[in-house]
């Protein structure tokens, strides 16, 4: 029953959760198959099927970190609210900036915009993260783990400003410089969330 | 466990977030990139951008105000099942007409139906309003509270209704005005919602 | 916390409404703006104004009836999933049809295909209604109420098949008959679930 | 309210959910309506709606296994989620190869891509039932029942598995046995979902 005392980050989790999902299946939207109907045909569309699912793959690493900060708040906050709009927002530009690099197959600009979008993804991410931990108890998380967060943000960060500034000498390796980024979230992640979520 | 005597404003909070969140997302899907791959060609997609940016605004603005408003709901009357449907449909006419003004450039006609719109989102949810707040006590929200609640909508109403007005001579005048009640409604919420929501 | 005891007509109901969500605003889609920037290019688009109107209210009125039986069951058997997917299946066929009804502007075999849609609608939802108040006791709802709810749907079901005849010699009497429907559904709904929701 | 203590299987339910929800719906975007207002125009749009019900079919069963299955969780563990993502991802590539089977009406190469889906889908849900099964006891799954739920996952690998590789051959054939798939699931989990369920 709702009460009219009750914060509720469950309704911002909810939002997001539908937010991250149509924004994820959207994408999918784009994947048109070829014209003919033969395997060969299908060769042609590895950049879309390569950003597609890099760009998958970063939705739901977002999600991840997400979910995992949103149980350390216990008031959905106004900064918190209006930060998470920032960060879905930022999010929401992903799927056109993936057409684009996937339409000009890994071109200079688009990468560099594609690398650009993911620095203001972190940057409303590391906000809202402050935000959400500024609530956290030390009990919740630990000083070391608490600095490991931030530096991990901030080196996230340096790495998709370089990839979106090496993008113009050689676009390929921004973009390979931004899948790198996928790798430092996946592999700590790992352990860590495993021992917290249990 | 559901029972048949529980009544779910919890429910319609739920179905009103996926279908905003679909909205919200719907929109990115006319942000097509643009057919060459250099930085100048996305240049000639600021009415899209700015367009977007604003109807995404304003969207969290409406679900902020939503998610507000519910917490002082303790049933789910059908007069308020249907006056947010009645919201909701209003909402859901932002994608077409924001499609419409970036692609005629901020034209006469599609301001002032863009403004139009809004004033039909805002008398909705005025109505919405009145009967949520009929089922609040004076302690969940204090009478001069409710009064400012009043007159802020009240105010955003005449500003839609002006701008729609205003278009007709000066369509970017109107566009700008209806901008201005984002700022109404941002800044005093600010304050106050930090500190009811905690 | 989840427990594998727990029955879930909730996670039905939360999966239904994110459907029914996606599917009224998957219809905005095709609410395209004029090319021209003036209101009398509005003008041509009222079939799928009215169209569109039609289809929302009728989606708003399904979710109503859904969210309101749903309260009367304890359990989320197969027959009531089963039958759940087969009227959303059902459901999910308006959009295409609505789009059919506006392109051709309420011709013959349209209006016939979207008076049969909402004749399988109405099929699907009696054996739903049926499943879901088989679990519901005389206390939760009164045999005379019982009678009311089913002959209500026997009426709807005759007449979206009248309309669904008729619609071959005169479309737009079969779209009204259609539409006739509504207000069935509207009007005596008010009053009973205001008392049974309260 | 939240709590940083709180284990959420819930949350994940509820994504998935969405991203269920957006998939099932994002396939009635390509059920267009033919440009003629004739009956005789819907029938050669017969393999789009083969295909669109069959597709619909398959990811209602792929629903109703994933909610039965995520009742023995306790515990988002992070094995659970990354399964649960692959899953998703694979099920996301339902609706582009159901558009391939339909404008190219059952050709050999687009069959074989869709059978080569569901294999994967099925793959991933294998690693994603080990991982939420490993979580129950032997009270909540009894040993013959968890041999009977990983004999038919095999089963239907296979299943998978021999449409691929026969679609070369006789695409029909290959299509008409992954509908075969469909029955395997659908008939014993009726009984079986029905008792447990309850």
New interface residues.
């Given amino acids: 029953?709702?009460?009219?005392k009750?914060?509720?980050?469950?309704?911002l989790?909810?939002?997001s959760?539908?937010?991250?999902?149509?924004?994820?299946?959207?994408m999918?939207?784009d994947?048109?198959?070829?014209a003919e109907?033969?395997?060969k045909?299908?060769l042609p569309l590895w950049p879309t099927a390569l950003s597609y699912?890099v760009s998958?793959l970063f939705i739901?690493i977002i999600?991840?970190n997400h979910?995992h900060l949103?149980?350390?708040?216990?008031?959905?906050?106004?900064?918190l609210?209006?930060w998470n709009?920032a960060h879905?927002?930022m999010v929401?530009?992903v799927?056109?900036?993936t057409?684009?690099i996937a339409?000009?197959r890994f071109?200079?600009?688009?990468v560099?915009?594609y690398a650009l979008v993911f620095v203001l993804i972190e940057t409303a991410y590391i906000a809202f993260e402050g935000e959400a931990l500024s609530q956290?108890s030390d009990s919740?998380i630990t000083p070391p783990l608490r600095r490991i967060t931030r530096i991990r943000c901030y080196l996230a960060l340096g790495m998709f400003s370089t990839a979106a500034a090496i993008s113009f000498w050689s676009p390929r390796s921004g973009f390979a410089l931004v899948c790198c980024v996928l790798f430092i979230y996946l592999s700590p992640?790992?352990p860590d969330?495993?021992r917290s979520?249990?």
């Fill in positions: 029953m709702s009460s009219n009750k914060t509720t980050p469950e309704r989790a909810a939002f959760d539908a937010v991250f999902a149509v924004i994820i299946t959207i999918v939207l994947l048109k198959p070829p109907a033969t395997l045909a299908l699912a998958y739901a999600w991840v979910h949103l149980r350390f708040t216990h008031h959905a906050t106004s900064q609210i209006w709009f879905l927002f929401s530009l799927p056109a900036t057409v684009w339409a000009t071109a200079a600009a688009p560099f915009v956290a919740d992640r790992v969330l495993h979520v249990r």
